[in-house]
């Protein structure tokens, strides 16, 4: 299912048409399949701070995977069945990610940063029957497993954590066949899983078929500048539970053969980053927009960022703005391909630099195979330049299945046949959309209104700012005020005086009505487990700053 090459993207849109066979089985694609031609292929490698870096080929993948589904059968685990993974970046989350789908059953990723509210939440949500850890996931279910009637099994893939009630990863391995029978399944039968991040609201589970593997390859491929290329290798800092890990990367480079890399989970250093990608002769990055400012504020990274000679760069979860689009151009010597999608329907609209697609300050354009457009909130298309929701027209085979045994919530998704993302933008006379923010998240302000992401990415554009936050504030002559909340880089000190010079930054970049009448200088911004910013929670701060100033 690999992307042709094409001369232009309209050249790319005319040609290209859907082709999913009746059969799909993302287990078997992603290991399966390559281990029949090639089983000595790596196809994962692990990064090891030590020096003791490590490798798998699809012939280990797929042994050791199948032994894991005849295992989860033996335990009783049918077709449907929810089994969570709680585990890091590595090669045992691949392992049982094929397992589960070869067998039938439903991968739930769940993220090792979640506290035991936040998992316990998604297990009872899903009802999952079983869950695959490690020492420090296992410390998190102590005290709310008692409450899991459902979670029969607990297996875990450190050795030493093996205990009453506690299964081994490497035991049920031993102790079951390398081969097995996939189950026949199609594109529309349930294989994942994945919560939505809950920047605006209860996180709900969106499920997903097969399909949204084959639905993820068209955008994958043309943000990757048709990959794969020769010595293609790729690596994220983004966890693997969250659609952007799994989705933008992991699965759609095993099923293209691409070498994945993987790291030990901590907390993004901009320097350890680096390292990861020179040591392990990365080419290719999916870095969100967080990381990559996070890596621009870094002293003296730069020649050191060009010297990695990445071939290509993809980023999103968030606006990438004009500010960091700009540097990172300068900083790796390769121009940044944004994408934008969602839990429920991702990588939908990409840029590509190979193609000529790609601008400063716009998310891309729609990916073939998938019909993108600006609505209201009745489904009607609205002009170019006009502000509306970012909507996807169904049917789409990146789409999500529905919400987990939530009708009333997946009918709200859609209005007619478009799916609602919540997310507002506007598309220009040329096709290029451009993401403004979730709708709850506009700014109004004198009459104006005005998308966070643009003054976020202005303010990330100045020396002092690390990172930025930006929420409307409740004001009884302009409705709102832009409240801008700071966190600021090494060698700064908060102060008035700074802070007017920050508002002065934005209302000679931007416009009068769109700086920040006030700055608050901070010492963390709240963020998702995915890296993208909780407006939320800082709204609501400024909620009760408002209500106590009367």
């Known amino acids: 299912m690999k992307l042709p090459f094409a001369p232009s993207y309209d050249a790319l849109c005319r040609d290209f048409s859907w082709d999913i066979p009746a059969r799909f089985n993302i287990g078997t694609l992603i290991s399966d399949d390559w281990a029949e031609i090639e089983p000595q292929r790596i196809c994962l490698q692990h990064f090891d701070p030590g020096g003791d870096h490590l490798a798998l080929t699809y012939g280990e993948l797929s042994a050791r995977s199948n032994a894991l589904a005849h295992a989860l059968s033996g335990l009783g685990i049918a077709a449907g069945d929810r089994v969570a993974l709680l585990l890091p970046q590595g090669f045992e989350t691949v392992i049982w990610h094929a397992a589960i789908y070869k067998m039938g059953a439903i991968a739930l990723p769940l993220a090792l940063l979640f506290g035991a509210e936040a998992l316990e939440y998604r297990l009872k949500m899903s009802d999952a029957t079983a869950i695959v850890t490690n020492g420090f996931g296992l410390e998190r279910l102590a005290d709310i497993r008692d409450r899991l009637p459902e979670l029969r099994h607990v297996i875990v893939a450190d050795e030493r954590m093996v205990g009453p009630g506690i299964l081994s990863m490497e035991a049920l391995i031993a102790e079951n066949p390398a081969h097995f029978e996939a189950v026949a399944t199609g594109p529309d039968d349930p294989a994942l899983m994945i919560f939505t991040s809950g920047t605006t609201g209860p996180p709900k589970a969106a499920l997903h078929g097969h399909r949204v593997l084959a639905g993820h390859l068209p955008g994958f491929q043309i943000g990757h500048d048709f990959a794969p290329q020769d010595d293609d290798r790729i690596w994220t800092p983004a966890d693997w539970a969250w659609a952007g890990g799994l989705l933008n990367v992991v699965l759609p480079s095993l099923m293209l053969g691409i070498p994945v890399v993987s790291s030990p989970a901590q907390k993004f250093d901009p320097d350890m980053a680096v ?111 006009q502000i509306g929701q970012i909507a996807i027209h169904r049917p789409d085979p990146v789409m999500f299945l529905g919400y987990f045994r939530d009708e009333a919530a997946t009918e709200a998704k859609f209005a007619g046949d478009w799916l609602l993302t919540g997310d507002l933008g506007r598309c220009d006379g040329q096709g290029y959309f451009e993401f403004l923010g979730r709708d709850d998240d506009i700014i109004t302000s004198s009459g104006y209104r005005i998308g966070p992401s643009e003054v976020e990415d202005c303010l990330n554009g100045h020396p002092a700012v690390r990172m930025a936050g930006v929420v409307g504030k409740p004001d009884p002559v302009r409705t709102e005020i832009v409240k801008a909340y700071v966190v600021l880089a090494d060698g700064y000190a908060a102060g008035e005086a700074l802070a007017m010079e920050i508002r002065e930054w934005v209302k000679s970049r931007l416009s009068m009505h769109e700086y920040p009448r006030e700055v608050a200088f901070v010492e ?26 009367g």
């Not at 994408?339 to 609209?349: A, D, I, M, P, S």
């Not at 963390?524 to 100033?549: C, H, Q």
């Open 275 to 385: 390292r990861i990608m020179a040591e392990m002769g990365v080419r290719n990055a999916f870095i969100p927009p967080t990381a990559l400012r996070l890596m621009r504020s870094a002293k003296g990274i730069d020649t050191r960022l060009r010297a990695l000679g990445l071939r290509t760069i993809t980023s999103a979860g968030e606006a990438l703005g004009r500010e960091t689009y700009d540097w990172a151009a300068k900083a790796f010597g390769v121009t940044v391909n944004e994408l934008y999608g969602q839990t429920e329907c991702n990588f939908v609209l990409a840029s590509s630099a190979s193609l000529g697609i790609s601008r400063s300050g716009a998310t891309g354009l729609p990916v073939p195979g998938h019909r993108v457009g600006i609505v209201d909130d009745t489904g009607r298309e609205l002009s170019a330049g």
């Open 524 to 549: 963390e911004i709240p963020m998702t487990t995915s890296g993208k910013l909780i407006r939320r929670v800082l709204r609501d701060k400024a909620i009760a700053e408002a209500a106590v100033e």
